[in-house]
């Protein structure tokens, strides 16, 4: 008990420490990217990002949803990837913790902020006035879009992870071969599966 919970303090401060940096660079990048630019290309870029949460959403998703079983058959094979699919399925919880919670939530509160650029973008555009009743109602609108577009899209991307996690973890495994294979990045370490087994008197 004492090990869990020490290995979970351990991993929560992990993940909070990176969802720091990773949140400073992206709203770095994303501030960056949007100074400068039209309100068009700007609602571009909030696509953007509002997609990228979708597809880790999607992605970790799938990871909780996949079995171990197919990839085994597939590393038996010599199939690239399938080693890497099935550490993704054996660290699945950390795994759609950093999918899920990190790049998700991310992405969900950099299109936000992103949102409002563009809303003041639009605004001065047309040569109102910030606070004016004009741009309350473009706020509404493209806010209203956003979370539409986010939900939804989520909510696409669960049944999709759900239908078709084999495949999905299986593309993802070959990414990770590719950067092993090319660039001696490995993203997870190998977590050796526990068989308990119950003696029977």
Known sequence: MKQVFRQSINWSM?????TFVLAALFSVVSTSMLSGVTWGLGMLIVLAIVLTGIFFDMIGIAA???????FHSMASKKISG????????RNADKFASFCNDVIGDISGII????SA??????TVSFHYNEGSFFQIIVS???TSVVAALTVGGKAMGKSLAL???TEIIFQVGKLFYF????FNIELLKEKKKKNKQRKTR
Not at 14 to 18: C, E, F, H, Q, T
Not at 64 to 70: C, F, H, I, R, S
Not at 117 to 122: A, L, P, R
Not at 179 to 182: A, F, I, T
């Open 117 to 122: 650029v563009v809303i003041v973008q639009f």
């Open 140 to 142: 509404v609108i493209f």
């Open 179 to 182: 950067l092993e294979e090319k």
């Open 111 to 114: 299109s936000g902020t992103a």
């Open 14 to 18: 992990g993940i909070a420490v990176i």
């Open 64 to 70: 909780t949803a996949a079995n171990e079983v197919p």
């Open 163 to 165: 239908a078709y996690s």
């Open 82 to 89: 399938a080693k890497p699919a099935i550490r993704i399925v």
